[in-house]
């Protein structure tokens, strides 16, 4: 599957709000980031907290471009947690950490404006 991030590409296809359910997008805290030099673009690796529920995830986020690591822990972002894990160079991915292109084609992360709880669904 080939994404972009132009945002005059047409929409995705109508699906339905079963279609839409099947996306498990949850909120969690950074707890841990580092730089990811072995990343074909600028990447950090992330360790994100979504709670008792679903834990402690990992995962690989082309966001090096606008953030740095030591800024990133203590802020809540949004990720898919039901996608199986996917190896990204050395490391495992578990969850993909959600954001939008600016300008420039950098990522920038999507988070709730208000603290929200860990492990929280996005509907």
């Not at 709000?17 to 969690?28: M, Q």
């Not at 300008?103 to 996005?122: A, I, K, Y």
């Amino acid at each position: 599957m080939h994404l972009t991030h132009d945002p005059a590409t047409a929409p995705a296809e109508e699906i339905d709000f079963a279609d839409f359910l099947r996306v498990d997008i949850r909120v969690g805290t950074i707890v841990a980031a580092e730089p990811f030099p072995e990343a074909r673009k600028p990447s950090l690796k992330l360790r994100i907290d979504f709670g008792p529920t679903i834990g402690v995830k990992r995962s690989s986020a082309q966001i090096a471009a606008l953030y740095e690591a030591d800024a990133l822990v203590g802020r809540q972002v949004a990720a898919v947690v039901n996608f199986p894990p996917r190896q990204i160079g050395k490391m495992i991915s578990e969850v993909l950490t959600l954001g939008f292109a600016d300008e420039e084609d950098r990522v920038v992360l999507f988070s709730p404006d208000n603290p929200v709880p860990n492990g929280s669904r996005l509907f």
